[in-house]
């Protein structure tokens, strides 16, 4: 508006400045009755001054509404935007409870599934990653829940690993794709036995399935539990699929590299199982 202001400024002063005199001019001259051809001029002039002058200050009018019209559009705008932003952080508040909500409620069906283990709740506080951001390792807040180390780790997914030491309410776990780890696992179909392990890459999750007979039938696809033995993981856990078979042209085993059923990167609550020991009878491998 004001650069439309500027634009017209001068042009419109000019015709004020002509209009004005003309206008009194002949309105002191409007009294003749007959009058000559200056004053019919100055008529003609006047006239035609006048209608552009009206046309002019109609559009200046037109202008001004239009941009108090634009200042109301933009208060508009302005107020429409803050509602959008206010509506859609409560959108993201809503998206995380619901999200949250279904976490809680898989891990309420997980505990109603398992009467017979006694499970300790606790939250992912913390995680060590590696350069290319796959956890290493998990940092437990388990409150005031008793727990020690080799206490196994579980979720609804799948099992997660052991606890691996214990200080002041928190704890470390060591992961069940971890090197270290050693658990004994089972194929669901053919139950053929093994012991998994985690591979060294650092990045990727997979784990390997060691001492596994060559005799047995082990196919991709199929899925990977615990067996119950060695007072680590109760039975028929889930911990992953078969991804690949790797035989060698000779010896009694075979290997197999599972893709672990849990997705490390996303945990936020975890049971740690108290009384694995009471339920598994079943001797320690030596």
Known sequence: MKELLRRYRNPCLVILMIALPLYLLGANKGSREHPNLVDRS????????????????????????????????????????DENARLREVNTRLQGILQENARLAKMAGFRSSRPALELVPARVIAADVSPFFRVMRLRLDVGAGEVTPGMPVVCPEGIVGQ???????YCDVMLAIDPRSKIDILTQNNRARGILSGLSNESDYLAKIGFLLRRDEVEVGDVVVTSGRGHRFPK???????????????????????????????????????????????????
Do not use: C, M
């Not at 109609?58 to 933009?74: A, C, P, S």
């Not at 085993?253 to 672990?260: D, L, M, R, S, W």
């Open 42 to 81: 100055h008529q003609r002039v006047i006239g035609y001054l006048q209608s552009q002058s009206d046309g002019l200050f109609g559009r200046l009018g037109g202008f001004w509404d239009d941009y108090i019209d634009l200042v109301d559009v933009k208060s508009e705008n302005d107020r429409l935007r």
């Open 163 to 169: 606890i691996e030491s214990v200080n002041d309410g």
């Open 236 to 286: 028929e856990l889930l911990v992953g699929r078969v991804l690949e078979i790797e035989k060698q042209e000779f010896g009694l085993y075979q290997t197999a590299i599972v893709e672990p059923a849990v997705d490390f990167s996303r945990l936020e609550e975890v049971f740690i199982i108290r009384n694995v020991s009471a339920l598994d009878p079943s001797p320690a491998p030596k």
